[in-house]
């Protein structure tokens, strides 16, 4: 069993820089967690401090049942997997992930045995007599998951182990990485950037910002139910389109003004808009709730926007429209084979029952 737990961990550096703050986060024995956040946020830090590679400033970090804030890394019993991947270059690919097993004195059987184990899990056996400089970047990175994998720890840690991979090599370990997970059923968790990775990896989803865990759910729910404005343009891409404006009420209904767009709320968000009346309210959509009007035989003429079609980008399988209201601009991605005219009027629909409003001030969702 090896469930980590964090409990109100900080981190401050002797600049004085608290680059963690009070973060609590507990990881499920088996569980696939991903902490994303942008550059900078104290994900590897969190990272380094589970691994005993740094020092909490405060806070009690548990993995299993045993408080390890001052069980040194190497007894932690776990395996990290770094960006740089950290080979020995003057080692082969075999000496490297028997490197640490050696450390540990494992009988020699034993370590043939799991390096080829864990080669043959990584489709690598044919490489394991090369030096990293012999290997591509993909291979490097295999050698090094398979340097974690022979160690059988209880916990795996990687940070941004394909940020240095071609995009198509990325898409290809992302799924190696899931298929390892569930082939070694052990906890993981994964540092990354990317909120791609984020979503298709992670049973469920840490998302930090300057420092601070903003919300931890599965990855649907952070989509369908982001906490707030941050998280809700940070996972989703295209990002989720914000507009500032107003709420009004006319003959006892609710809508969102902004410039010339105007659209009415739907009845279930009454209740916790109402109070927003006459005033500044963040509005938010996702660009695939957005729909270009010629499609949609019966649109509710109170969700209409007559916007300008600035750029339109064909991506294959869906096309991104570009718009603007005269203050913002938006994404909306429509059909593959919707051209509309590039600086013409066009209209689009909303749907309004998938849209978010956030406080102005908090930041934080009101629906
Ligand atoms: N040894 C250190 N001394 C002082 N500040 C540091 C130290 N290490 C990291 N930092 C600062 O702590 C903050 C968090 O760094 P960290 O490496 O955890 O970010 P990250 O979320 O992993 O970012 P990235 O996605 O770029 O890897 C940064 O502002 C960084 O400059
Ligand atoms: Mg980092």
């Known amino acids: 069993m090896a469930q980590v737990s964090l409990k109100g961990i900080s981190k401050a550096f002797p600049n004085g820089a608290k680059v963690v703050n009070n973060l609590s986060l507990g990881v499920e024995n088996k569980e696939f967690m991903v902490l994303v956040g942008p ?21 009690d970090i548990y993995i299993g049942d045993r408080l390890v804030n001052d069980v040194p890394a190497k007894d932690r019993d776990i395996a990290m997997v770094f960006q740089t991947y950290a080979l020995y270059p003057h080692m082969t690919a075999f000496e490297n992930m028997a490197f640490g097993l050696k450390l540990k004195h494992y009988p020699k059987n034993e370590i043939i045995q799991r390096v080829n184990e864990a080669a043959e899990i990584l489709s690598i056996k044919h490489l394991l007599n090369r030096k990293p400089r012999e290997l591509s970047g993909g291979e490097r990175q295999r050698v090094a998951v398979g340097r974690a994998i022979v160690r059988k720890p209880k916990v795996f840690l990687f940070d941004e182990p394909l940020s240095n991979l071609d995009a198509k090599l990325r898409v290809q370990m992302r799924t190696e990485i899931n298929k390892l997970h569930t ?17 298709t990896m992670g049973d469920r989803v840490a998302v930090m910002r300057a420092g601070v865990i903003q919300q931890v759910a599965d990855p649907i729910s952070i989509y369908d139910h982001p906490k707030n404005k941050f998280v809700a343009g940070f996972i989703g891409s295209p990002p989720m389109n914000f507009m500032s404006g107003k709420i009004i009420k006319k003959s006892g209904k609710l809508y969102f003004l902004e410039g010339k767009v105007q659209v009415k709320l739907v009845d279930e968000m009454f209740d916790k808009i109402s109070k927003y009346i006459g005033q500044d309210i963040v509005f938010g959509i996702r660009s695939e709730d957005i729909y270009d009007k010629l499609f949609v035989s019966e649109a509710p003429p109170e969700n209409i926007v007559r916007v300008t079609c600035e750029v339109v980008e064909p991506m294959g399988s869906e096309v991104y429209l570009h718009l603007n209201t005269g203050t913002n601009t938006f994404i909306a991605r429509v059909g593959a084979h919707d051209r509309p005219v590039v600086n013409a009027d066009i209209d689009m629909v909303f749907d309004m029952s998938k849209v978010h409003f956030f406080d102005k001030e908090t930041e934080e969702t009101i629906v």
């Open 183 to 199: 082939r070694l059923q052990t906890t993981i968790i994964y540092v990354t950037h990317d909120q791609v990775e984020a979503m």
């Open 39 to 59: 550059s900078g946020c104290g994900k590897s830090t969190t990272l380094r401090m589970i691994a005993g590679l740094e020092e909490a400033s405060e806070g």
